[in-house]
């Protein structure tokens, strides 16, 4: 079956820096983008972008892109992202689901990420 | 990036039918998708296409579409619907979700 297996919960301080990894299985990985959704505490979803699996191309949202970046290891069908310049308000679940400019039909469980001093 | 605006909850009687709305200026040419998020879980898939169910979706979830307004109609709701719905949309210049609207069943 499809699935998507996300790293670990993270704690880390303002200013650093974070990165989540999700694991695909169960489906042809370079056939979808991997797209990365964030909800931070008692908020609504917000999308952060997408990457192909495929060839690498990317879309960001505007407010992120200066310090989000996106990547894929298509040897090991995972994707990942990185967050930089971390502050409190980056306390959020990262998730990432399967798809890109269409629909976002499988989801991995989520990644919670704590910005503490 | 485009803006869509959902009522920020609905509450609806089991039996009953519940819609929620989304609306936004650039629905009139986008597709619309629709994700039930239940309470400390990820989000899942219930309308794409503007009114297309995948597999294993119960058929009292349907979508429409008019104008600058989609609707995501649950017939006969059920106390398992309880969830916050998220309309979403892509775009070359930005995917955006809706401001999510919590249903409430009782």
């Known amino acids: 079956q499809i699935q998507l297996v996300q790293s670990g919960d993270d704690v880390k301080k303002p200013g650093a820096s974070v990165r989540v990894s999700c694991k695909a299985s169960g489906y042809i990985f370079t056939k979808y983008a991997i797209t990365w959704v964030r909800q931070a505490p008692g908020q609504g979803l917000q999308w952060m972008g997408w990457?192909?699996?495929?060839?690498?191309?990317?879309n960001f949202a505007q407010s992120l892109q200066h310090r989000f970046n996106m990547a894929i290891d298509t040897s090991a069908d995972t994707a990942y992202m990185e967050l930089r310049s971390l502050r409190s308000d980056d306390t959020a679940v990262y998730y990432c689901?399967?798809?890109?400019?269409?629909?976002?039909?499988?989801w991995g469980r989520g990644t919670v990420v704590t910005v503490s001093s | 990036s485009s803006e869509m605006t959902q009522p920020p909850s609905v509450s609806v009687s089991p039996g009953q039918t519940a819609r929620i709305t989304c609306s936004g200026d650039?629905?009139?040419?986008?597709?619309i998708y629709w994700y039930q998020q239940k309470s400390g879980q990820a989000p899942v898939l219930v309308i794409y296409?503007?009114?297309k169910r995948p597999p294993g979706i119960p058929e009292r979830f349907s979508g429409s579409m008019s104008g600058t307004m989609a609707t995501l109609i649950i017939n006969g709701a059920q106390v398992d619907d309880e969830a916050d719905y998220y309309c979403y949309l892509t775009d070359n210049s930005g995917n955006v979700f809706g401001t999510g609207t919590k249903v409430t069943v009782l």
């Open positions: 990457i192909s699996a495929a060839n690498g191309n990317t």
């Open positions: 296409e503007d009114n």
């Open positions: 650039v629905l009139a040419r986008k597709y």
């Open positions: 689901a399967r798809g890109g400019s269409m629909a976002l039909d499988f």
